[in-house]
């Protein structure tokens, strides 16, 4: 498949997360996406210039580029599982372990900040909160980092061979 074909196969199912996606569709769709969202954070600053105290465009022209194509990323994405032979869930295996990073952070400040109100020197918690905080971004760092890596490693292997529970081979 074709970058042209790719494009128009990946829009053209929107929202389709069933099926299979093959590993040149998913792909040349990757690449049109980053030499869009390229070329519209460049047109961006042309257009709506920059901020003159933080340097940063507008950034309208490539966030809704973005936005519109969230929906067929991730379809195409979920298709491309589906292809190597595994649930298309997986994909949203790196958003969910953010997620429960933001709800740990918040939980560790909530914590330690009831406890601050319950003992006479409040500096004295500073230390134990500090270490736990660090050494938890720490770790979670890291199960992002192998996660992620392990989700380009599924996007990329080769397709199963005949018909798998996801349907038939693509073309």
Not at 91 to 104: F, N, S
């Amino acid at each position: 498949m074709g970058f042209i074909q790719a494009i128009k196969v990946c829009l053209s199912k929107y929202v389709v997360f069933s099926g299979r996606a093959a590993r040149s569709e998913y792909w040349w769709f990757v690449l049109f996406v980053i030499l869009a969202s390229i070329v519209l954070a460049f047109v961006d600053v042309v257009i709506f210039g920059t901020n003159p105290e933080t340097g940063e465009s507008a950034n309208v022209l490539n966030s809704g580029f973005q936005l519109a194509v969230l929906l067929p990323m991730l379809a195409a994405g979920w298709r491309r599982l589906h292809d190597t032979g595994r649930p298309g869930w997986y994909l949203l295996l790196p958003m969910a372990l953010g997620v429960a990073t933001m709800v740990m952070l918040l939980s560790g400040v909530a914590v330690f900040s009831v406890l601050e109100g319950g003992v006479d020197d409040p500096e004295t918690l500073r230390g134990p909160a500090a270490f736990l905080g660090v050494t938890g971004m720490f770790v979670m760092w890291g199960l992002q980092l192998i996660l992620s890596i392990m989700m380009i490693w599924w996007l990329s292997r080769p397709s199963q061979k005949g018909a798998n529970e996801y349907g038939p081979p693509v073309a």
